[in-house]
């Protein structure tokens, strides 16, 4: 068993940042992938960013290359969301997830384990 707990949402200015954090409990957390995700009131869940075990390869949504930056740590269990550039349409409650499979995160947007989500609201 694997628990997620997200942290570091809050209100930002259009154009500030903010870091994320997925801080895991449990056995082995340092062989899972992990991803991020974003849901947005009335519209679907969104990939955005997914690390593999080592921290060695990285994937991103389109959207946010370049401007979303995920790493993790695995000594302290935790991986991490730098967000820069934001803008309004970034707004939403962001999720981590994790799974053993790497494609399972980036092909079919799930996970075994889902943290309980953290809001991000981007002023205008």
């Known amino acids: 068993q694997v628990q997620l707990a997200e942290s570091g949402g809050g209100l930002v200015q259009a154009g500030g940042s903010l870091t994320l954090s997925c801080a895991a409990s449990g056995r082995a957390f340092s062989t899972y992938a992990v991803g991020w995700f974003r849901q947005a009131p009335g519209k679907e869940r969104e990939f955005l960013a997914a690390v593999t075990w080592n921290g060695k390869s990285a994937y991103y949504r389109e959207s946010v290359k370049g401007r979303f930056t995920i790493s993790r740590d695995n000594a302290s269990n935790t991986v991490y969301l730098q967000m820069n550039s934001l803008k309004p349409e970034d707004t939403a409650v962001y999720y981590c997830?994790?799974?053993?499979?790497?494609?399972?995160?980036?092909?079919?947007?799930?996970?075994?384990?889902w943290g309980q989500g953290t809001q991000v609201t981007v002023s205008s």
């Open positions: 997830a994790a799974d053993s499979s790497l494609t399972i995160i980036t092909a079919t947007l799930n996970g075994d384990y």
